[in-house]
């Protein structure tokens, strides 16, 4: 399910005497059954962009196209609503999302609010929590009980349990051990093999050159660039000194060895690129 941007701009407070420019003429796609990761430093507008996709902010003005829906200034609640059934939204305070008396009863309040019997939320539910490894043990303890890492794993299977078409990930893997962080990784490849167009916001580059199929860069209200990892973490470094971003581990290294007269064709996104570079003919050293 395609999301398209067209000329968003986004003010808090527009029309009044407090009005503030926060969106200045997005125009943007994610496309169906891709992994799109936004990036860019605090304040550039990233949270902002992506409560657009399920109508929590309106554009103040030009038009969001989810599928066949247009969210404009103008929309109404009954027309958001349809488009909620088909967004999965996981926030980046998972404490902000959770408020039920029990973990399974969290996971299940989406279904149900999308017109699943309970027993069929209950079922949705289940599954949920099983595929982000939520032990049994927790089901029926109430989700503040729980560490940090634990709520964003239940905020995640809340998000899934009503099979959304889209989900979005706000930094999903902040709170998460290095194992986390790869489970979770791998569930965002199985989403995208399920042809489910998901969308990450992250400030970690290694998750982003590693499962992203295209990355839009936020900076101060605007789209900087929107190309796929191989071409972005291979512009020039003062362009990511601009943006106040920063290059995977692997390219960050071979920035240091590049200043040691190592050539590279292209700079390598992982640690095994860097290594099979460095290993391979194609790289010199002085």
Not at 173 to 200: C, F, H, M, S, Y
């Amino acid at each position: 399910m395609a999301i398209n941007f067209q000329q968003v701009n986004f003010s808090y407070g527009a029309g009044t005497s407090l009005e503030q420019p926060i969106l200045f003429d997005i125009t943007a796609n994610f496309p169906t059954g891709q992994v799109t990761a936004v990036v860019g430093q605090t304040g550039s507008g990233k949270s902002t962009l992506i409560q657009h996709i399920n109508g929590l902010l309106l554009p103040t003005e030009g038009q969001v196209t989810v599928a066949d829906h247009h969210i404009t200034a103008n929309t109404k609640e009954k027309e958001l609503m349809r488009i909620r059934e088909k967004v999965g939204m996981v926030f980046q305070f998972p404490e902000n999302q959770l408020f039920a008396n029990t973990v399974l009863e969290d996971v299940m309040y989406g279904p149900i609010n999308f017109g699943y019997s309970r027993s069929d939320a209950k079922n949705a539910a289940e599954i949920a929590l099983k595929r982000l490894n939520v032990s049994e043990t927790l089901w029926e303890k109430s989700p503040f009980e729980l560490s940090g890492g634990q709520m964003r794993r239940i905020a995640i299977a809340g998000a899934l349990a009503s099979n959304p078409d889209i989900v979005v990930l706000d930094e999903p893997a902040a709170g998460l051990d290095p194992r986390g962080q790869q489970e979770l990784l791998n569930l965002v490849i199985e989403l995208k093999t399920l042809n489910k167009t998901v969308i990450l916001i992250s400030h970690q580059m290694d998750h982003v050159a590693q499962i992203a199929d295209q990355v839009i860069v936020m900076h101060e209200g605007k789209v900087a660039a929107q190309e796929a990892p191989e071409q972005l973490f291979n512009r020039d470094i003062q362009w990511f000194t601009d943006m106040k971003l920063d290059l995977p581990k692997a390219g960050q290294f071979a920035e240091k060895l590049r200043q040691q007269d190592w050539q590279f064709e292209q700079r390598p996104l992982t640690i095994k690129a860097l290594t099979d570079l460095i290993n391979s003919r194609g790289t010199t050293h002085g």
